[in-house]
């Protein structure tokens, strides 16, 4: 079922008119008709004004049943410490390593190993 016919049997559901639906939202009963006519596609801002309007959850719009429909069992996001290369493990020693090592290097070894590091990354 599209968007707009949702809407209408909602609404014609809870017996109000495009009017009502008018005077609670501040939406023209015009673009109420196009909404439910489907010649346009309301934005999320407007689908909540209709739902608060129609007196139901936004998740009503979208899906018939009573209650919400179930989540998916969806893998957990890393977060940016997981995806951090070298914040745990293997990576980590090698940093912390890489570390002692440059703190020692003399200023102009330091100097070449970054100017060379640079044109590396500008290839």
Same mark, same amino acid.
């Not at 639906?21 to 109420?32: D, F, M």
């Not at 489907?38 to 801002?45: C, F, K, W």
């Not at 179930?70 to 570390?99: C, M, Q, V, Y």
């Given at each position: @079922?599209?968007?707009?016919?949702? &809407? /209408?049997?909602?609404?014609?559901?809870?017996?109000? +008119?495009? %009017?009502?639906?008018?005077?609670? $939202?501040?939406? &023209?009963?015009?673009?109420?008709? /196009?909404?439910?006519? %489907?010649? $346009?596609?309301?934005?999320? !801002?407007?689908?909540?004004? @209709?739902?608060?309007?129609?007196?139901?959850?936004?998740?009503?719009?979208?899906?018939?049943? !009573?209650?919400?429909?179930? &989540?998916?069992?969806?893998?957990?996001?890393? $977060?940016?410490?997981?995806?951090?290369?070298?914040? +745990? %493990?293997?990576?980590?020693?090698?940093? +912390?390593? &890489?570390? /002692?090592?440059?703190?020692?290097?003399?200023?102009?070894?330091?100097?070449?190993?970054?100017? @060379?590091?640079?044109? @590396?990354?500008? /290839?």
């Amino acid at each position: @079922m599209i968007i707009g016919e949702r &809407l /209408r049997t909602l609404r014609e559901v809870k017996k109000l +008119s495009q %009017g009502d639906i008018e005077k609670r $939202t501040g939406l &023209l009963r015009c673009y109420i008709s /196009r909404v439910e006519n %489907g010649h $346009t596609v309301p934005a999320i !801002e407007t689908l909540e004004k @209709m739902a608060r309007a129609l007196e139901v959850p936004l998740y009503q719009l979208f899906y018939d049943g !009573e209650e919400p429909p179930e &989540l998916p069992n969806l893998p957990k996001r890393k $977060t940016a410490d997981d995806i951090a290369w070298g914040h +745990s %493990g293997k990576e980590a020693r090698f940093l +912390s390593r &890489l570390r /002692r090592l440059l703190s020692r290097i003399d200023e102009g070894d330091r100097r070449l190993l970054l100017y @060379m590091a640079q044109k @590396m990354a500008n /290839r």
